[in-house]
């Protein structure tokens, strides 16, 4: 049997009951949610029993490997000293170690939803930034938010349903969506990030014989590739909307922490519109502050939802990384909830330095050329280029800008449909700002000018 299995329970009982999901009494019950086959599979064999162990109960249960046979006596880790200050100042080197019996947890299965001590931080991490009390919400540890946002769709998508999605948007998001079938559903973006008139537009004219798309995905802050962040104002206009057609919240906030002032998320405004809660499920993200290649982010959101994501990830991968999870937990215990936001705004301030000197590069070349929002967070620029007359970048950027030498994103990328764009998306996260930065503006500024000449328009 394998670990995420469907129950004896049939489609068509649970179909029935998620009818009545909220009740006679009309009370939200974030189940409604759920896609058929979220709300039939459940954890059950092995795992199933796993949350039964404890004090006073002898377990002949699970086929744990034996800790002695683990060749590891302790990890340790030797910090860099924190962002802006120097090797050679007075900070002495940081060595944090990892022993048991934390060690020995991270180096044994864990819970599919997380490693218990790491997620009861987490879950005092948001308490603390998005001010909702305990017990408002749980917390689910993935490999990535992305490993969490797939597992997301699944639990609320049933095959072909309809999706509403922020456009441009992060491409990675779209395999997902393609595994599933769902029909994507594009609301354009503006200088102010998500739309709430466009979403109400697309919403009110959807034909009544037509089934309704229940979840909106949206990159709120620094998203990628537009850069747009939207201010709390915007935010509850979108709030209201999805309040209006019971649409369900995907918050993907990868870039929350890289803005050096943080803007109220959909999950903190999230009861001044729903007292109630369980409408936003948000994904945080430990790839842009800690390490991608730890491979670590986190959902917070609805227990409903929450679970039947850690029901796919019993099915397809038993849990993250629990190594990964002990070091970020014997860093966040080091840290502690001030020092992991004191390296967030460290962090913001770098790449907004590097943003400010990236763009006086792209100014000196591209000015009368292209035009772009200037981020607050994020790593991205998203150049216009229809000042140059240019309508879809990408032969500009796969032929002509290649073959000169610089590298870009066309904007075609970045939509469900792969819609032509008069944008490109070029990042300052690692290029060079010298030399290098200089040299690319000027390549890609001598490519947009050669492709005017071939248009006619020079």
């Known amino acids: 049997m394998t670990a995420a299995t469907i129950s004896t329970e049939t489609v068509t009982q649970v179909q029935a009951a998620g009818t009545k999901a909220n009740g006679a009494t009309g009370k939200y019950n974030p189940r409604s949610h759920l896609s058929d086959r979220a709300k039939v599979t459940e954890i059950d064999g092995i795992r199933g029993l796993m949350a039964c162990e404890g004090p006073g109960i002898v ?207 959909y999950f903190a405004l999230e009861k001044q519109v729903y007292p109630e809660g369980g409408h936003v499920v948000r994904f945080d993200s430990f790839s842009k502050l800690l390490s991608a290649g730890m491979r670590l982010g986190f959902a917070t959101g609805p227990k409903e939802i929450l679970h039947a994501i850690d029901v796919s990830t019993a099915g397809a991968n038993l849990h993250t990384s629990a190594v990964s999870q002990g070091v970020a937990l014997r860093l966040m215990q080091y840290w502690g909830i001030e020092g992991f936001l004191a390296h967030g705004r460290a962090v913001a301030k770098l790449y907004a330095e590097r943003r400010a000197q990236f763009e006086a590069t792209a100014h000196k070349y591209l000015d009368g050329l292209a035009s772009w929002v200037s981020p607050v967070a994020g790593m991205f620029l998203w150049i216009d280029l229809r000042p140059a007359g240019i309508e879809d970048t990408y032969e500009l950027i796969r032929h002509e800008a290649l073959a000169k030498g610089v590298l870009g994103v066309p904007g075609m990328a970045f939509y469900p449909t792969g819609r032509k764009s008069s944008h490109v998306r070029v990042s300052f996260s690692i290029v060079d700002l010298g030399e290098e930065s200089d040299l690319g503006f000027q390549r890609l500024a001598e490519a947009i000018k050669d492709k005017r000449k071939a248009l006619g328009l020079a």
């Open 59 to 265: 377990s002949f249960l699970a086929g744990r490997p034996n800790p002695d046979t683990f060749p590891f006596n302790s990890i340790t880790l030797n910090l860099k000293p924190p962002l802006g200050v120097s090797e050679s100042s007075n900070n002495m080197p940081v060595s944090i170690t990892i022993e048991d019996p934390d060690l020995a947890i991270a180096l044994q299965y864990a819970p599919s939803s997380g490693i218990p001590k790491l997620c009861e931080w987490l879950a005092d991490l948001q308490a603390h930034v998005h001010e909702r009390p305990r017990g408002d919400y749980v917390i689910s540890i993935g490999s990535g938010s992305q490993d969490l946002m797939f597992k997301g769709f699944q639990a609320v998508l049933n095959p072909g349903d309809p999706v509403l999605l922020e456009t441009p948007m992060y491409p990675g998001v779209l395999p997902a969506l393609r595994v599933l079938k769902a029909e994507s559903v594009e609301v354009d973006v503006d200088d102010h990030g998500l739309s709430a008139k466009n979403l109400e537009k697309v919403l009110s004219e959807w034909p009544a014989d037509k089934k309704r798309p229940r979840v909106l995905y949206t990159s709120p802050i620094g998203s990628n590739p537009s850069g747009c962040s939207a201010p709390k104002e915007r935010k509850l206009e979108v709030l209201k909307v999805c309040k209006k057609y019971d649409v369900l919240i995907f918050e993907d906030d990868p870039y929350y922490y890289l803005a050096q002032k943080l803007i109220p998320s």
